[in-house]
Structure formats: C-alpha cells, structure tokens
C-alpha cells in the first residue's frame, strides 16, 4: 500500500490498523520517518526560514535599518543611538555614553527574557535570567556593517545544520512518545479483552500519531495556545488506537496476525 495512502487511511480508516500489522519493520520505519519529515518542514523548517526571508532581503534590512557601526580596537562606534523593544526583547546601542553600573540595569531589564546592551567599551546580555557584562577588547574581533552583511550566507547554512540537528532530535523525541503510546495501549487492549503483542502495539502507536502531529503541525501557524496540549495530543493517539482495536475485535481475520480476544477476563 502506498505511503501517503497509509497516511490518509491512519486518520479516518480503523479497520486498515490490521492492514498495517502486515507491513515490514523497514517499511514502518519509513512511514515513520516520512512522517516526522513532514511534520518538520511544515512545523518547523517552513516557519524559520519565512522568518529568515530571502538573503538578498535581509542584507536590505541590515542596510535600512541597522546604523553604520564598526568594532575595532575594542572599541564600538554607532553611528546613532539604536534601539528595539519588542515584548520580551530589547536591544540598544549607544556609543556615546556610557551603560553605568550592571547591577542597576540588571534590575531595569526584568521585564525582557533576552536584551543586548552596548556601549564603546562593553556589552551587557541578559539570556536564562543572567545578565553578564564583556568587554570587547577580550573578543579580539573586527567588525562592521558591511562584514554583517558577508556574513549572512553563513547565517543560512548554520540554521540548515541546526536544523538537521533539530529533525534528529525531534525525530528521536517522536519513537520515545510512540513508546509511551504503546505501554498505555497495553493496558486499553487488555481493558478490551483483545491480545496483542508489545511489538504490535508499538507499530500500531506510529500510525495513530499521524492525525495528532497533524493537528500540532498545522496549530503551529495559528496564534492560538492550548493548555496542556499534550495530553489531547497523546489523549488522541489512544483513541485511535482503541477505535482500532474494537474494529479488529468485531470483524476477526485469518492471517499471522489475528489476535483473538482474551478469554477468562472480564467473562
């Protein structure tokens, strides 16, 4: 059966989870793979690379926007005073004064999770709730706005490989939470009087995460925060799967992989 069939079928078609059951390790592999794939490009890699935008328009930006600057010496100069205060972010720049004391701004930022302060001699950063001051003449760097801009294939191909990184680590996360599926699908079969194997149970698991990854992908580009959506998240995996196994349960099948109901339990 074809990969994308098995996507569509995975959502809406419970008789086809003993289908499923017939498919090779590799090919469910595969399945899975695809989907965490797609998940990822609609949920993850589409999105930061729209916030990235094209290189040729953020070297515009950089040019409109940020003022002429240069590092050298370790000493900053700026042509104006620059500043961003967006919600949890500030950043601001100012080589004509100096920052004071770090003590005291870090009591100003409190409100920001993240900032970036700068004057010709230092810059104070605030990330995870510290706040840390460095000179620039420990960084042995030189810097301007053109350089910035040189800089921004580098850019592209550090959140390609972060990005790769990413895919692999959620990748990993998904069979952890496939795994977790399975153990409490153990306790629903038995609930329903229906014996299946760990093995099975943990194949099945990978197709009922198809609609809930689904749903998560396509909230991701919504402005909308749902308390707790995990366990709607995996709540809906389980009833996919319990809706599964009352369908082989009601209509039995001769093969290698019929699993008869349980008896003694429950009677």
């Not at 972010?89 to 004509?96: E, K, N, P, V």
């Not at 698991?205 to 995990?230: G, M």
Request: aromatic share 14%; hydrophobic share 50%.
């Amino acid at each position: 059966m074809n990969v994308f069939k098995e996507m569509s079928l995975s959502i809406y078609s419970y008789e086809s989870y003993r289908e499923f059951l017939k498919n090779k390790k590799g090919k469910v592999f595969g399945y899975a793979l695809l989907l965490m794939f797609l998940y990822f490009l609609i949920a993850w890699f589409l999105p930061g690379m729209i916030s990235l935008g094209l290189p040729s328009e953020m070297a515009r930006e950089i040019r409109e926007n940020v003022p002429d600057f240069e590092l050298e010496d370790g000493r900053l100069w700026v042509e104006r005073p620059f500043e961003i205060d967006a919600d949890t972010t500030y950043i601001y720049a100012d080589t004509g004064e100096s920052l004071g004391d770090v003590s005291q701004i870090a009591q100003q930022l409190a409100p920001y999770q993240t900032a970036l302060l700068m004057d010709s001699s230092q810059m104070i950063v605030k990330s995870q709730g510290s706040v840390q001051a460095l000179s620039f003449s420990a960084l042995d760097l030189e810097l301007d706005r053109e350089d910035l801009v040189e800089l921004i294939p580098m850019l592209y191909v550090g959140a390609l490989v972060g990005m790769v990184f990413l895919y692999v680590w959620i990748t990993a996360l998904f069979f952890l939470g496939v795994l977790f599926v399975a153990l409490l699908g153990m306790i629903v079969a038995t609930t329903m009087h229906y014996e299946l194997t760990f093995g099975q149970l943990y194949l099945l698991a990978i197709y009922s995460r198809t609609l809930p990854l689904l749903i998560k992908a396509v909230l991701s580009f919504l402005p909308i925060h749902i308390p707790a959506f995990w366990v709607i998240n995996f709540g809906l995996s389980l009833l996919l799967l319990a809706l599964a196994i009352r369908k082989m349960k009601e209509q039995p099948a001769e093969g290698p992989y019929n699993a008869p109901p349980m008896e003694g339990m429950g009677q």
